[in-house]
């Protein structure tokens, strides 16, 4: 189970998140949902010890995730990203294998199936030797996702993965969050899914510096509670 019990994140005396708690099983697929400036972003940072919480304790098995990290795989927005450095995509996902091999020592033969295996999944092998500025950015989305799947995580934490992606590199990051799911793994995306494709998702958590709601897809996605997290700017699609 993945605990956040009372998180709260402050920039120079600003509130970003305001007392978030939540609990999760494993084996679930996790939509974080709100506004711009909502605090998603943040309170995934903040989970993850990348900003300081002025409050909260983060628990995974009972222990401090900060002492786990190992177990956890994080891809940040792609705005984030230097797509001008040069490097090799298989190199990009040979990343992921630094805290297996160390940083000075050549990657074991395990860890290059694993890489060639995970580029394979997510149909980028082909590409294993071009730069990864060369890219477009649904084939760049997707050697990141391989690279967190190189990483033989427990816990997949993922940013706005589908901002500028197309249809198809869309349904391969399904395809391999249906798969991870089964295998027992837990996953947490921000996005901003409020459509069809919501239905991709397990459970939700709906906030605005606070959790506004949370649970099934019915259960969030409710006039009331939208319009308590976005205002009269959002039409809500049902179906």
């Known amino acids: 189970m993945l605990e956040v019990l009372h998180l709260a994140v402050n920039y120079r005396g600003v509130c970003a998140v305001e007392d978030v708690s939540f609990r999760l099983e494993a084996g679930q697929l996790v939509g974080i949902i709100g506004p711009n400036g909502a605090g998603k972003s943040t309170m995934l940072k903040a989970m993850l010890g990348l900003i300081p919480a002025s409050e909260g304790v983060i628990r ?87 690279q967190a799947l190189a ?54 958590l709906l906030i605005n510096k606070h959790i506004i709601a949370e649970g099934t897809r019915s259960q969030v996605m409710t006039a009331e509670n939208i319009q308590k997290a976005y205002g009269d700017n959002v039409i809500l699609l049902r179906g």
Not at 96 to 119: D, M
């Open 60 to 146: 995974y098995h009972q222990r401090s995730l900060k002492d786990q990290l190992a177990r956890v795989a994080y891809i940040p927005q792609r705005s984030q990203i230097d797509w001008d450095y040069p490097i090799a995509v298989k190199n990009v996902v040979m990343m992921a294998r630094t805290r297996h091999t160390g940083w000075f020592r050549s990657p074991s033969r395990y860890s290059q199936e694993v890489v060639k295996s995970a580029l394979m999944r997510v149909g980028m092998w082909e590409f294993k030797d071009r730069q990864i500025g060369e890219l477009s950015g649904g084939q760049q989305q997707r050697v990141f996702l391989a």
């Open 151 to 204: 990483q033989e995580a427990e816990l997949f934490f993922f940013d706005e993965p589908f901002v500028g992606v197309d249809k198809k590199t869309e349904a391969v990051i399904f395809k391999v969050f249906d798969e991870l799911k089964h295998q027992g793994k837990t996953l947490l995306v921000v996005g901003h899914e409020l459509g069809e494709v919501s239905r991709q998702y397990d459970r939700f």
